[in-house]
């Protein structure tokens, strides 16, 4: 958005043409970039997470709940899938068949 009007500003060009030339969507750069309205509740999932390995998005959520977060159970899985938060699994132990 910043090299489009940078573009326009001092070489000329048209918006249209900025656009073009940096492959860049018009309407990004008409509307801007969407504000990040979950950046707490991220935050809040991971901080949960890394407190408590072995719980799943389901688990997280009902945490989050008891904290007062009013939140849907399909944000926080997209959030927690997002992050990259799946569940850990245990490494099971290689076992020596005697």
């Not at 990040?36 to 509740?41: C, I, S």
Request: net charge positive; hydrophobic share 40%; aromatic share 8%.
């Amino acid at each position: 958005m910043v090299l489009v009007r940078h573009a326009v500003a001092e070489f000329g060009f048209s918006e249209r043409r900025a656009c073009a030339l940096l492959g860049v969507s018009r309407s990004k750069v008409r509307r801007g970039v969407p504000l990040d309205r979950n950046g707490a509740l991220r935050e809040r999932l991971w901080e949960l997470a890394h407190a408590h390995p072995r719980y799943g998005s389901p688990a997280l959520y009902a945490l989050l709940r008891a904290e007062g977060w009013m939140v849907n159970r399909k944000r926080v899985y997209r959030l927690y899938r997002e992050a990259g938060l799946g569940a850990r699994l245990k490494v099971k132990a290689n076992r020596q068949h005697s």
